[in-house]
Each structure stands twice: as C-alpha cells, then as structure tokens.
C-alpha cells in the first residue's frame, strides 16, 4: 500500500505539472504522455499480482484499461473531433465506470491496485474533459482548476502528512462525481444557458465534496 501511495503523489505531481502544456501550445498532449508512462509504471508494478488473475488482471481490470485507452485517445484527438464525437467516447468512458468495480466485486478480484487505477482513471477523465472545454472555449480557465483539483488534492494531502489517514464517510461523494461526470458531457449538446449552470452547479458540490473529505481528515484518528 504505501507504493501505491507514493505512485499516486508523484503521479498527482507529474499531471498537475503537465497542466503548464495547455499554457505554452502543446494542448493535452503533455498529459497524455505523462498519464501514459505513469500508468504504465503502476501496471507494471503490479504485474506479479496481474499474472495470478484469470484472465490476466480480470475482468475489471480490462475494462478499467479499455476506460483509460478511450479517455486518452480523446485527449489526443479532441481537437480533430467533432462536439458529438467527443460526447458520445466520454459517454462510453463514463458509463464503464461503476461496472469495473462490479465486476471486481462479483469475480472477487478487489484490490488496492485496481481501486486506485479506477479513481485514478476517474481523476483523468475529469482532467481531460476540463481541459477540453477550455482549449475548445466552452469555458474559461476556472474550469482548469475542477479538471485538476484532484491532483492538488493529493498533494496537498500528501504535504501536510495526512496521507498516512483515511478520510471519513462521505454518502454524497459518489453521487457529486457521477453528477461531475455528466455536466463535463453536457456542452457537447446543449446550450449555453443550460450547460453553463450544470457545469457551474456541478463544480461547487464537488469543491465542497473536497473541502469536506480534507477537513475529516483532521478528525479521524491514523
């Protein structure tokens, strides 16, 4: 476990540092490239524990990885997509997560490593549709801050030495990051005078779901 949590800090460092390529030209292919061998570094690291899976890494797994290969592709290719397109390869991305983690369940195969390339597949997927909506002037550069609030999060986290806890219970915290998930789709459909308080709405439930888990964190006990 505590690899895993090293990973992630300096996972969390390397894409939150990648989001400087959206300032100098490069778009999200500093990101994608980052996300590509960070991820693959974590694969790697549990290849022994994969192996021991039938099939190699399980079901889950697959899907998870199915998950990450669609959100890159839409990270590299967006700028050539038209608004549908991305809509419909975020909607198939979306709606993968949750049954990973069913299936994890019912074929027992639930891991810390499977747990972790879930949310952390989750975080990318917010970090790329932020980031496209902005590239592609849908909003201003507020929106940065949602796409990459995860990765500060864990910094943050990670700096003051709280990682070592475990936040406490939080009911609404799956269903503000499904809601997250749905308003980063709805530009691609509707209107501005309707996605622009989605979005809006969405992204302070989920700065408060954050604002919430980090103030538990002083509460719980190690």
Same mark, same amino acid.
């Given at each position: 476990?505590?690899?895993?949590?090293?990973?992630?800090?300096?996972?969390?460092?390397?894409? $939150?540092?990648?989001?400087?390529?959206?300032?100098?030209?490069?778009?999200?292919?500093? *990101? +994608?490239?980052?996300?590509?061998?960070?991820?693959?570094?974590?694969?790697?690291?549990?290849?022994?524990?994969?192996?021991?899976?039938?099939?190699?890494?399980?079901?889950? /797994?697959?899907?998870?990885?199915?998950?990450?290969?669609? !959100?890159?592709?839409?990270?590299?290719?967006?700028?050539?997509?038209?608004?549908?397109?991305?809509?419909?390869?975020?909607? +198939?991305?979306?709606?993968?997560?949750?049954? @990973?983690?069913?299936?994890?369940?019912?074929?027992?195969?639930?891991?810390? /490593?499977?747990?972790?390339?879930?949310?952390?597949? @989750?975080? /990318?997927?917010?970090?790329?549709?932020? *980031?496209?909506?902005?590239?592609?002037?849908?909003? &201003? $550069?507020?929106?940065?801050? !949602?796409?990459?609030?995860?990765?500060?999060?864990?910094?943050?986290?990670?700096?003051?030495?709280?990682?070592?806890?475990?936040? &406490?219970?939080?009911?609404?915290?799956?269903?503000?990051?499904?809601?997250?998930?749905?308003?980063?789709?709805?530009?691609?459909?509707?209107?501005?005078?309707?996605?622009?308080?989605? +979005?809006?709405?969405?992204?302070?439930? +989920?700065?408060? *779901?954050?604002?919430? &888990?980090?103030?538990?964190?002083?509460?719980?006990?190690?």
């Amino acid at each position: 476990m505590e690899k895993i949590k090293t990973w992630n800090y300096y996972h969390a460092l390397a894409l $939150a540092l990648s989001s400087l390529g959206i300032y100098v030209g490069l778009g999200l292919q500093l *990101s +994608v490239g980052v996300a590509v061998i960070s991820f693959a570094y974590f694969i790697a690291l549990h290849w022994s524990w994969m192996k021991q899976q039938r099939p190699f890494g399980g079901f889950a /797994f697959w899907l998870t990885f199915l998950r990450l290969v669609l !959100i890159l592709i839409l990270a590299w290719h967006f700028a050539t997509l038209e608004p549908i397109v991305i809509f419909w390869i975020a909607l +198939v991305a979306m709606l993968a997560d949750g049954v @990973d983690g069913w299936l994890a369940r019912y074929f027992q195969t639930e891991s810390d /490593f499977g747990a972790y390339l879930d949310m952390e597949s @989750d975080a /990318f997927f917010v970090c790329t549709m932020s *980031s496209i909506l902005y590239l592609n002037n849908y909003f &201003g $550069a507020w929106i940065l801050a !949602i796409g990459f609030l995860r990765y500060g999060y864990v910094l943050w986290i990670y700096l003051l030495r709280q990682n070592h806890k475990k936040e &406490g219970p939080n009911r609404y915290a799956t269903p503000i990051a499904g809601f997250l998930f749905i308003s980063l789709l709805t530009p691609f459909v509707l209107e501005a005078n309707w996605y622009e308080p989605i +979005v809006g709405f969405a992204s302070a439930l +989920v700065c408060a *779901s954050f604002g919430y &888990g980090f103030s538990t964190l002083w509460r719980v006990e190690s």
